[in-house]
Every structure is written in structure tokens, then in C-alpha cells.
Antibody, heavy 117, light 107 residues
Framework: EVQLVESGGGLLQPGGSLRLSCAAS????????MTWVRQAPGKGLQWVSA???????FYADSVKGRFTISRDNSKNTLYLQMNSLRTEDTAVYYC???????????WGQGTLVTVSS | DIQMTQSPSSLSASVGDRVTITCRAG??????LNWYQQKAGKAPKLLIY???SLQSGVPSRFSGSGSGTDFTLTVSSLQPEDFATYYC?????????FGQGTKLESK
């Protein structure tokens, strides 16, 4: 059974750093495209970052230069390193597996990141 | 970035109704359009991919159509469990932007 479980969220002050993890089971992150999507409280979905085969990475303009997506194939885990956090980064962060034509077929339960002074 | 615009933003309907949600892309995206359903406090669920392909396990009352810039999601006969928020997403070019969502509420 395919499962994604995020962890690492929390409360921190502006300017801080945090690393989110997404542990996968039932498939291998090494040969799948993986994505992070976030959702601010009461708002819609925002695509954040993706990592493809060959470790090609992509970022939304709003996080470029501050966030880094990576994966550890030996742990079958996806990561999102978030630096220089801002209040507008407050959101539930979901990891998801890319399926056919860029759609996202499996999602984790989400982890809440709150950036506040 | 490709802007995705959904209409309406909210919709009231009754069980058994036929409902259509529209998504418009800011430029042509061929059929790289996906639809998701999200219930409160839960992760989104993929319904339709590539504009018109039904994801495995999704009831056949859901259907999608369109190409280029204009797309629709139709629910042929609303069921109680269908009241939720629906999002379109383009996967034509990065960043894979989402529409703002359509909240489907019970009348």
C-alpha cells in the first residue's frame, strides 16, 4: 500500500529554519517525481517544489533561494529544507507523488508550519 | 506562471443535482489539467487527470472535459459525500499552478 507520512512541522519565528520530512512506503521515491504543495490557513493550494529523476529540481518563485527539496533514497524519504522563513510561509505542507501527466495521485496527511513572532 | 481561474468560487446544490465547475487557463495547456477534491482537514484527492481520465476508484458520476484553455468538471448526480472544495491544476509547465478552488455546499 502506498503511503506518505510528513513530519517536522512546528512553530518558529521569522528568519528561522526547518526541515520537513516525508517518509514513503509502498513505492520508491528514487524513481518517482515528488512534489511539495502547501495550503495557508483557510486558503487554496499552492505548488511549492518538485524533484524529478536525475535530481532535477523546481521551485515556486516565492520560495526560490530559500527552500531546498531533496531525497534520501536509502531512507525512501523526501525532504524540504526551509530557510529564512517568513510569516507568509505559514501553511500545512503536503508531500505528494506525481502520477500521469503531472497529476498528484498520493498525498500525505500534511504537517503544519507556523511562522510567527 | 500560468494563471488558473475557476468559476464559480462557491456553489449551492442539492443531492441529485447535476453540477458543473469551470476552469480557465491563462494560456493553452493542451490537456494537462487535473481536478482534485478536498474535504475539510484532509489532503486533496485526485479525481481527474489529463483533462478527462478518471482516476482509479473515483465514481463514474465525475467527469472532465476540455482542452486548450477551457475545462469543466461535471458531477452528474450529486451525492452527500460530494460536498467539498474542488481545485483544478495545470501540469503543462512549472510551477504547476492551482485554481483558487470552488466550494460546493449543500442547498
Amino acid at each position: 500500500e502506498v503511503q506518505l507520512v510528513e513530519s517536522g512541522g512546528g512553530l518558529l519565528q521569522p528568519g528561522g529554519s526547518l526541515r520537513l520530512s516525508c517518509a514513503a512506503s509502498g513505492f520508491s521515491v528514487s524513481n518517482n517525481y515528488m512534489t511539495w504543495v502547501r495550503q495557508a490557513p483557510g486558503k487554496g493550494l499552492q505548488w511549492v517544489s518538485a524533484i524529478y529523476t536525475g535530481d532535477r529540481t523546481f521551485y515556486a518563485d516565492s520560495v526560490k533561494g530559500r527552500f531546498t527539496i531533496s531525497r534520501d533514497n536509502s531512507k525512501n524519504t523526501l525532504y524540504l529544507q526551509m530557510n529564512s522563513l517568513r510569516t507568509e510561509d505559514t501553511a500545512v505542507y503536503y508531500c505528494a507523488r506525481e502520477f500521469h501527466s503531472g497529476s498528484l495521485d498520493y498525498w500525505g496527511q500534511g504537517t503544519l508550519v507556523t511562522v510567527s513572532s | 506562471d500560468i494563471q488558473m481561474t475557476q468559476s464559480p468560487s462557491s456553489l449551492s446544490a442539492s443531492v441529485g443535482d447535476r453540477v458543473t465547475i469551470t476552469c480557465r487557463a491563462g494560456q493553452s495547456i493542451s490537456t494537462y489539467l487535473n481536478w482534485y477534491q478536498q474535504k475539510a482537514g484532509k489532503a486533496p484527492k485526485l479525481l481527474i487527470y489529463a483533462a478527462s481520465s478518471l482516476q482509479s476508484g473515483v465514481p463514474s458520476r465525475f467527469s472532465g472535459s476540455g482542452s486548450g484553455t477551457d475545462f469543466t468538471l461535471t458531477v452528474s448526480s450529486l451525492q452527500p459525500e460530494d460536498f467539498a472544495t474542488y481545485y483544478c491544476q495545470q501540469s503543462y509547465s512549472s510551477p504547476y499552478t492551482f485554481g483558487q478552488g470552488t466550494k460546493l455546499e449543500s442547498k
